[in-house]
């Protein structure tokens, strides 16, 4: 079974602080996904990285993927409520099936 | 742009009805796949389906039957609800396999009493 573990699993920081979440697994996968998820709604993808060492930004976000393909990291500058909410990532098998982590849930206070 | 809509929004059932959860999406895609989503357990897949009449199981299939007759729609269905199926459920699609992620409904909020 592959695990991805996510960290932390809650985060709670003052609006305009910077922020590192991770994601972590056991295994190489061929993809990998980051989604932002609000209460009440279905998670929205916010990228996906496939290349080793691929870093990819998304406005105030920042997307990197390890070089050996088992671990990747979303950074936030200048947080703000507006960032409120469960962050996912998903890998992708070679096999093409995906697996979620557990989520960061992180909340930016006014 | 409607992209995947999932009904009803929510749901409850006594232990052993029946019902089926409705998922369509609008945007020509092959694969859709239903999660359920329960706390601290993360987005654990049910079934998934490649195309039109072909589906797989995925995770926690038990107690959970699939049917894809168009590349429209994905219905879920549940054969006999039992309490450990409270969840929240989300229909997901893409237009080629899981590489490029997913398009997620809003999701069901299913409870059994």
Not at chain 1, 63 to 80: E, M, W
Not at chain 1, 81 to 88: A, K, R, S
Request: with cysteine.
């Amino acid at each position: 079974t592959q695990l991805l573990e996510q960290s932390p699993q809650f985060l709670s920081i003052q609006e305009g602080e910077n922020l590192t979440v991770y994601c972590n697994s056991s295994s190489v996968f061929s993809s990998l996904q980051w989604y932002r998820q609000e209460p009440g709604e279905g998670p929205v993808l916010l990228v996906t990285v496939v290349t080793g060492g691929e870093v990819k930004k998304l406005k105030r976000l920042t997307f990197q993927f390890g070089d050996a393909r088992k671990d990747s990291s979303l950074h936030i500058t200048a947080a703000q409520p507006g960032d409120t909410g469960l962050y996912l990532c998903s890998q992708v098998t070679n096999a093409g099936k995906s697996t979620f982590g557990d989520g960061t849930t992180l909340t930016v206070k006014p | 742009n409607a992209g995947v809509t999932q009904t009803p929004k929510f749901q409850v059932l006594k232990t052993g009805q029946s019902m089926t959860l409705q998922c369509a999406q609008d945007m020509n895609h092959e694969y859709m796949s239903w999660y359920r989503q329960d706390p601290g357990m993360g987005l654990r897949l049910i079934h998934y389906s490649v195309g039109a009449g072909i589906t797989d199981q995925g995770e926690v299939p038990n107690g959970y039957n699939v049917s894809r007759s168009t590349t429209e729609d994905f219905p879920l269905r549940l054969l006999s609800a039992a309490p450990s199926q409270t969840s929240v459920y989300f229909c997901a699609s893409s237009y080629r396999g899981a590489t490029y992620g997913y398009t997620f409904g809003s999701g069901t909020r299913l409870t059994v009493v």
